[in-house]
């Protein structure tokens, strides 16, 4: 209906495969940066930062890395909460390691080291699938959990066994610790959405992200029309692991400040995670987005509309949270198992032959 | 006709052309091709290399100045490059239907003695060798799909891609020999000579000027307006004089591009996707399209199907006037812009017009509906009147003077007469030279001072100054009762309903009319399946009372609205049967540009058309039929022949005198 | 017999014990899953969630109190009166039946056909649901648990292995009970799924649907029943945790212990999930006895899994699961 | 062993037939204790179309999958390009060049056609993932390449207008004839075919068989196929290997192997299964 596509047509290959193939999109793409780089930042304020921009920009990128595992190289994983938890930890140990370095490397870094880890526990990918290797990546959510609880050296021996991020700057702009201004962190985190994002659309649209596909699809035709699994599986558990990490260290340095392993890298976290791909829509870098939008805001809105405008205790609040999203998802699954991104698909399809049905 | 090309800057042939726009618009797009996935590009500056680097190949191959070189394929830059290579080199292109069977492409090359051969692929290529030994003086041929055809015998078979390898390493041997070539090119040498496949016995080589195309296409660039930014689709086939006008005459005029569809199947996305701003398509086309924006919005849902019906009702109310630039209330264009946010913008842009200026039908007359519905979206189709002896261009509708009944006012640098018999002349720097090796015909149809009979019967309106054609005139002939006869008139009425393909009248000399009906597949066959009425065949559908019966009623509406018609109230249908097969060209039954050959159809189903007339109910018979691998088989049905009520016809005399 | 062996001896009973309780959880999983081919994640919030039940009904709570008084400043708690634990238990297995027939109604009937992944996810949030609801019905604080089973410690096998070694063994009698009523339970559930007709039904249907559809099973049926029997398996393991350490959120965590035996005894095997069971009931316990002290205790937190997942990487198809040939 | 034979010949049909280019010797393959294949030898000459034929449930795919390397044989030995074959992954015999398509149709349901048969230039893709991270360079120069070589198949097999479809949404004829594409795609000097016309109707078994001879045509690519419909692939195939239960029971050229009374006699009888 408001594609206008006579006339957009590719004379070479780059242009035709590049992100936003439709001028239309291409376009709507730049307004939103726009808008996300040069407005909000001059309009946000502490509230919408910590409520909802901070928790949905991190979990996009948390999101984002999973999707690539689960959603494009079929390997589902339980274990997030305890990658990211590596993520928090290796930061904080950098942060206060070296503390002159700037912190964008600390947060870079510190993805280097989950996907390390995350590689070590995607090894037995290659033998253990489907449910078995779900199962098998709740190992390192408990060990990794537990490792971080019971080894005084990760916490720096600190008394309460918590981690406190220490007040660190870029471009002496303060970006962690106590004091900082909404629109710094605000915009700290968007810059590593956007190159994580960029990262992610380009593997995912060339050949290492057909070579995940391919495995998701049908691993053994894969290996045997050429695929080298472990390379293929391997790589995958390596990006996600990448990204999981930046999410967990800004998690931790930006958003929270202090991190008690347990309560914030527990299960719940691999599991919310997970329903943001999947309420997204797996395999779909959009799908991340708006998977993340909604379980960020819903829990928002939930609590406006009962505690603000019912007035009920928390608790309950909270109890009746956990109901509406359990609900929310099995009747998301049952209306639209591919989630938002589908959605998104089949409204734009339908757009672009407006006003023909098919 | 005393124009020299001083009015066209010494221009005075096509290379010429391609050598300025090669100075001029050097960067800019001249061809584009679908292929691999992507628009493949060529520059004018690409092109004139290309182009060149085959002219010396084709010198180097022996092509000398006169000599004929077929060209036979479907639309791609390449062919568009031999056309112009060989003008360069002096030599006659003659681009020949590729659809066409051997046999008749055996009469093109043996008729005008072509020594080369210009061709696509293997399937042309075994067709050409096929009828070889019938042409004595055929020597070369080139093609450009090397693939099934290595292990040809190459002696004189050559790939398209080495005759330019060739010419470009013989290029210090033979460049002076072709700008010596280049430069003895006039106005009056021959630019092209294009088969006419003639309604009536075999084909004629209309021989063209370069004083033809580059005068015609001049003129209609500037009355339309045309510049070197449009982009058109070339669909048609090139052996058609309309194709050699806009993708050749007036694309090298103006320096705009010439883009070529990846295949038949990926036409209409193609289409989409290079939103063309300069269109040229016969009614045929409107007309299947339109039918098929109705079939699918017919699954639309309710709401989307409402809201569409009625923005279309009020795009028909004011769509055409806006467009002409009348005057038109506030309220109705605020609803016409709000109608195009939300389905006339759409539907253009799906259908590939987002883009166009200018659109163009003609070679047919073209159903108001049809046209009506287009001009309403806002695209600004019109109608033209040609013909290949005058290089196209006859009448031309200017913009805001467009309907659907006339073919407009007389093209620029072009004379009308009309002879008392009704039949139409026309004299024009576009008139073509001659027939090829025919003086006979070229006698008959052009006198000594350059007027061209059309055989087209028609007037000018008074008040407008637009001519209307009512038929063919030698199809034009007299009832029993001394009243008009003129067939194309009832049969384009009765075709402007989506689910009658083709009419043929009879009744030339009888004292009533009789017509044959081919039922439009798509449409019926939708409109029986919505129906839930079974077929396995055409012949099944063609035969099922429910289609006769809505067929009859088509009949009986045209009857009564022809009966209005004082002069042609006579050519009511009193009887007609629906056929059991589609006319087909390979049956000879219509020309290679879908005109029903009505002397052959009226001889060959002859036991048909007796029984319309001796009143029987049913009919018997068996016809032979071409499949599209050229084998022949026979078809037999038994056929139910309809009566039509006709209104009774009072003041009919009072016309008449 | 030195001291650290007869030590060990004691974990190794009390792992014991502890394994045949996961066995029972887990056999909960390998009901469904052999059925339905559905993992069901939400297991252990059905245990929860019966305990909370069970102990809802016994005291006479006023289910959704916390929720009207909310909303309409009412001050409700209990109906005062307090049903018998045989009574209260009954009455808890048929609103689990009653959960079986809602969670087949509105929730996998619609969900036919969809890939396991899929599934699976609806269970987790089938298990959000299923938390929440017990919440709001029951209110979340931490309740205490007693259908009258024996507890404290065994005096009979303490002084008996005092006798023997000079030390006596600490035995809980809940455990020793919990552990007889699971045997009994486990030998039910395998003599059900073997013998019974219901029994094998439910493993045609496991083994092909179409099948079983074409022989007049009724699917629907089927999966009402092993829901209900996997409600059933989720009360008796809330029971026996919940008198143990009270109904809490925690319980609902107990689930996942039992998914590392599912890895060693594989998806569908009955027989894999009592030995698994058993093997990391009696592995984690020793392990912390033995390890445990020397890198920071709690390595029950994981020990299941790193074993399962080392174990899995030598034998994917889990102990009693046969071997997978690939095919193309 | 080293003992390739190099004497090449030209067919009727003007094709150049190489020396042999993979040799099998005495292959054999148990799945416990079903024997699928017993003892079995033969080669594959370059540029020519070698078919295993057989009746169902004969051992042929057995022995196309020995051969691209998804089965490993308890005995016997397998000789590529005069080498002897040491054990290796799937993946590593692909990488060789040997591509395959699959009886019943493997293609990634999930992508596109175009994507598909991108997958086949596995082979070709180097760059490594930090340059496709960022998207430049040597990744995109790549990426466009090998689409330029993938185009041609596309073109080649007149696949063009599907070629943003994904393929699930495709027929089963054309999922056929994308399976092909990808498979050509990796440019393979032997190309496999595991019953290439199973399940097609009439006219696209026809095409089908024109798009084998083509490719072996026009690419000089050595085709290794099988196919239980004899009559097929007598037309196709220059060199016929029949198998039973098994066992080889005839190889030679279609005419030999007709009149070859064993096969007359196990397979003819079954022929029309």
Redesign the interface.
């Known amino acids: 209906m408001f594609y206008r596509e006579a006339g957009d047509f590719k004379t ?3 242009a ?2 590049q992100t936003f193939p439709i001028k239309f999109d291409r376009f709507r793409y730049y307004a939103v940066s726009f808008v996300a780089f040069l407005i909000i930042p001059f309009v946000i304020n502490d509230y919408w930062v910590n409520a909802i921009f901070l928790p949905f920009l991190i979990y996009s990128i948390a999101a984002i890395g999973l999707n690539i595992l689960v959603g494009y190289c079929g390997q589902v994983s339980l274990g997030t909460g305890g990658f990211m938890a590596v993520g928090a930890y290796g930061c904080y140990k950098l942060m206060t390691a070296f503390p002159e370095v700037s912190i964008f490397f600390h947060v870079l870094l510190a993805g280097g080291i989950t996907s390390i880890v995350c590689v070590l526990f995607g090894l037995p990918s290659l033998r253990i699938k489907g449910f078995y290797l779900a199962v098998a990546t709740l190992a390192a959510q408990f060990f990794l959990v537990w490792l971080f609880n019971r080894v005084p050296w990760f916490y720096n021996y600190s008394a309460s066994g918590q981690i406190n991020a220490p007040e660190r700057t870029v471009f002496g702009i303060e970006v962690t610790g106590p004091n900082t201004e909404a629109w710094a962190t605000y915009l700290f985190c968007l810059v590593f959405l956007t190159i994580c994002a960029l ?1 992610a659309r ?2 995912t649209r ?3 992200g ?2 995940w ?2 495995i ?3 691993d ?10 472990l390379k293929a599986k391997i ?1 995958a558990f ?2 996600s692991g990448f990204f999981v990490g930046v999410s967990g260290a800004l998690f931790f340095s930006v958003y929270l400040g202090a991190v008690e392993v347990g309560e914030v890298f527990g299960i719940n976290k691999s599991f919310l995670v997970l329903f943001m791909i999947i309420i997204g829509g797996l ?1 779909s870098i959009f799908g991340s987005f708006a998977g993340a939008a909604f379980l960020v805001l819903l829990p928002v809105l939930l609590k406006n509309v009962l505690v603000g405008m019912l007035g009920w205790p928390t608790d309950l609040a909270a109890h009746l949270e956990f109901l509406i999203i359990g609900g929310l998802i099995i009747t998301f699954l049952i209306a639209e198992p591919h989630g938002l991104a589908q959605l998104w698909r089949v409204a734009k399809e339908k757009l672009r032959l407006w006003p023909f049905p098919h | 006709m005393v124009q020299s090309s001083q009015a066209t800057g010494g221009l005075a042939s096509i290379p010429a052309l391609l050598q300025r726009n090669a100075d001029q618009h050097g960067a800019k797009a001249a061809y584009r091709e679908k ?3 992507i628009w493949q590009t060529w520059t004018w500056a690409d092109t004139e290399k290309e182009i060149e680097a085959l002219a010396l190949g084709l010198i180097n191959l022996g092509v000398a100045e006169g000599d004929f070189v077929a060209i036979i394929g479907r639309n791609r830059p390449y062919f568009y490059w031999s056309m112009v290579a060989v003008q360069s080199v002096g030599a006659v292109p003659v681009p020949l239907y590729h659809d066409s069977a051997a046999d008749e492409m055996a009469y093109v090359l043996g008729h005008c003695g072509a020594q080369y051969a210009i061709v696509e692929d293997q399937e042309q290529v075994d067709k050409v060798i096929e009828v070889q030994d019938q042409l004595h003086q055929f020597t070369h041929m080139i093609y450009i799909d090397p ?2 055809l ?2 040809y015998d190459h002696h004189q078979l050559h790939q398209f891609s080495h005759i330019q390898d060739q010419g470009r390493a013989a290029r210090d041997e033979w460049i002076t020999d072709l700008k010596e070539r280049r430069s003895k090119l006039t106005y009056d040498s021959t630019c092209v000579m294009l088969y006419t496949s003639g309604t009536t016995g075999k084909p004629k080589g209309v021989v063209l000027s370069n004083r033809n195309i580059i005068e015609s296409a001049k003129n209609a660039c500037e009355f339309d307006k045309l510049n070197a930014g449009e982009e058109i689709l070339a669909y048609l086939p090139m052996a058609w004089v309309g194709d050699f006008i806009f993708s050749i005459g007036q694309a090298y005029w103006t320096g705009f591009c010439v883009n070529c569809p ?2 038949p ?2 036409m209409m ?1 193609d289409l989409r996707e290079i939103g063309p701003t300069y269109y040229f398509a016969p009614p045929r086309v409107f007309e299947t399209q339109l039918t098929n924006v109705m079939i699918r919005m017919e699954d639309a849902g309710g709401f989307k199907r409402k809201m569409f019906h009625h923005f279309m009702d009020h795009a028909k109310k004011v769509g055409g006037d806006i467009l002409d630039g009348k005057p038109v209330g506030l309220m109705d264009r605020l609803k016409y812009s709000l109608g195009n946010a939300l389905v006339y913008g759409p539907l253009k842009d799906t259908l590939g017009f987002g883009r166009v200026r200018v659109g163009y039908t003609a070679g047919e007359a073209i159903g108001p509906e049809i046209f009506e519905f287009y001009r309403s979206l806002g695209i600004n189709l019109k109608q033209l009147y040609g013909q290949t002896e005058a290089s196209v261009f006859i009448t031309v509708q200017p913009d805001g003077e467009v309907r659907a009944d006339t073919v407009g006012v007389p093209a620029p640098d072009v004379e009308i007469r009309i002879a008392d018999d009704g039949e139409i002349f026309y004299r024009s720097p576009g008139v073509f030279v001659e027939y090829f090796n025919n003086p006979d015909s070229t006698a008959s149809t052009k006198d000594a001072e350059g007027w061209v009979a059309t055989g087209d019967a028609g007037f000018f309106e008074e008040d407008s100054g637009h001519l209307r054609i009512i038929d063919r005139a030698k199809d034009v002939g007299k009832m029993a009762d001394g009243s008009m006869f003129a067939p194309k008139y009832v049969e384009n009425k009765l075709k402007f309903y989506p689910d009658i393909l083709e009419v043929v009248l009879f009744g030339n000399g009888q004292d009533r009319c009789v017509a044959f009906i081919n039922i439009d597949l798509t449409a019926v066959g939708n409109w029986a399946e919505r129906n839930n009425i079974a077929y396995a065949s055409y012949q099944e559908l063609a035969g099922h009372p429910k289609v006769l019966d809505t067929i009859q009623n088509h009949v009986e509406t045209v009857n009564k609205s022809v009966a209005r018609d004082p002069m042609l109230s006579g050519c009511q249908v009193h009887r007609f049967l629906v056929l059991h097969k589609e006319l087909d060209a390979d049956d000879g039954e219509m020309t290679r540009t879908r005109k029903v050959r009505r002397v052959i159809v009226a001889d060959k189903f002859k036991d048909l058309v007796d029984a319309l007339y001796d009143g029987a109910p049913t009919v018997s018979t068996t016809t032979e039929v071409t499949y599209e691998d050229g084998r022949k088989g026979s078809i037999s049905a038994t056929l139910e022949l309809r009566d039509a009520k006709v209104v009774a016809v009072t003041h009919q005399q009072v016309a008449a005198e | 017999m030195s001291d650290q062996l007869v030590f060990a001896m004691e974990v190794f009973l009390n792992g014991l014990m502890a394994g045949v309780l996961y066995a029972l959880v887990a056999l909960g999983f390998v009901l469904i899953y052999k059925a339905s081919g559905i993992f069901n994640y939400a297991q252990g919030v059905m245990a929860l969630f019966s305990a909370l039940t069970l102990v809802g009904i016994m005291e006479g709570q006023v289910p959704f109190a916390h929720v009207i008084n909310a909303t309409f400043g009412t001050d409700l708690h209990h109906f005062g009166w307090h049903v018998p634990g045989f009574v209260a238990i009954l009455l808890t297995m048929a609103v689990m039946v009653l959960l079986a027939i809602c969670v087949q109604k509105f929730v996998f009937r619609h969900l036919v056909g969809q890939e396991p992944i899929i599934l699976f996810m609806a269970t987790i949030g089938l298990a959000y649901f299923l938390e929440g609801v017990g919440d709001l019905m029951w209110g979340s604080e931490i309740k205490k648990l007693d259908v009258g089973l024996p507890q404290g410690i065994n005096l009979m096998i303490d002084e008996t292995t005092f006798g023997w070694f000079g030390y006596g063994f600490f035995i809980d009698n809940l455990d020793i009970v919990a552990t007889i009523i699971a045997a009994l339970l486990v030998t039910a559930l395998v003599i059900f799924s073997q013998y019974t007709k219901q029994g094998r039904a439910m493993r045609a249907v496991a083994d092909d649907h179409q099948a079983a559809l074409s022989v007049g099973i009724s699917l629907n049926f089927i999966w009402v029943m092993v829901w209900s029997v996997a409600g059933f398996v989720a009360l008796v393991a809330g029971i026996m945790w919940g008198t143990k350490s009270g109904v809490q959120f925690s319980l609902s965590l107990i689930a996942l212990k039992a998914l590392p035996v599912l890895m060693l005894g594989g998806f569908t095997s009955i027989p894999g999930a009592i030995v698994g069971g058993l093997i990391i009931g009696v592995g984690e316990k020793l392990f912390e006895f033995a390890i445990g002290p020397m890198v920071g205790g709690a390595t029950e937190n994981w020990f299941a899994y790193v074993l399962a997942l080392i174990f899995l990487v030598f034998r994917p198809q889990g102990l009693f699961g046969e071997k997978i ?1 690939e095919r ?1 | 062993m080293n003992d390739m034979t190099h004497d090449s010949y030209t067919t009727e ?2 094709r150049t037939i190489g020396g042999v280019v993979m040799e099998m010797k005495n292959i054999t393959l148990r ?1 416990g204790g079903v024997v699928a294949i017993e003892n079995i030898s033969f080669d594959i000459r370059e540029g020519e179309i070698r078919a295993i034929i057989g009746p169902n449930g004969a051992g042929k795919s057995s022995m196309l ?1 020995v051969i ?3 089965y490993v044989p308890q005995e016997g030995d397998v000789f590529y390009k005069g080498q002897k074959r040491p054990p290796m ?3 590593q015999v ?2 060789q060049g040997i ?2 398509t ?1 009886q019943n149709i ?6 596109s056609v ?2 598909n048969v ?3 230039r ?2 070709q ?1 180097k ?1 490594g ?1 930090l340059a ?4 430049k360079g040597k ?2 120069a ?3 390449a090998n ?2 070589a993938v ?2 198949i ?3 097999l007149e696949i ?2 599907i ?1 943003k479809t994904p393929v699930s949404r495709l027929p089963y004829g054309l999922k056929k004839r994308v399976e092909l594409a ?2 050509l795609a ?1 440019e393979p000097s032997i190309l496999l075919l595991d019953e290439p016309m199973a399940g097609m109707n009439v006219e696209e078994k026809e095409d089908m068989s024109r798009f084998i001879l ?1 490719v072996n ?2 690419f000089g690519t050595t085709i290794a196929l099988i196919e239980h419909d004899m009559g097929v692939v007598m037309d196709l195939s220059d060199r016929v290997v029949v198998m039973d239960y098994g066992k080889k029971i005839g190889d030679g050229t279609p005419d030999e192997v007709r009149n070859n009374q064993a096969v007359i006699d196990a397979y003819l009888g079954v022929a029309h299964d």
């Open positions: 070479t290959y780059a035709d495969s990262i380009n593997l060339g050949t290492q057909r070579t596909m391919a998701r699809d049908m053994i035709a894969a290996e045997i029309i050429g695929v080298n699994p790589s390596a990006v395999g | 292929e691999f996935g693939r099934g290595r292990k990846e295949s199947e990926t996305t | 040939i193309v | 049909d003007g799945f999958n691209s390397g998804f992954r799937p993946y692909a990488q591509a395959r699959f493997a293609l990634f349901e999930g992508m175009l994507d991108m997958t086949g596995l082979r893709m760059s993932l496709q991270a960022l998207w990744a995109e790549e990426e466009v689409r330029e185009e041609r596309i073109d080649f063009q207008h070629r990808r498979a990796a083509d045509d026009e």
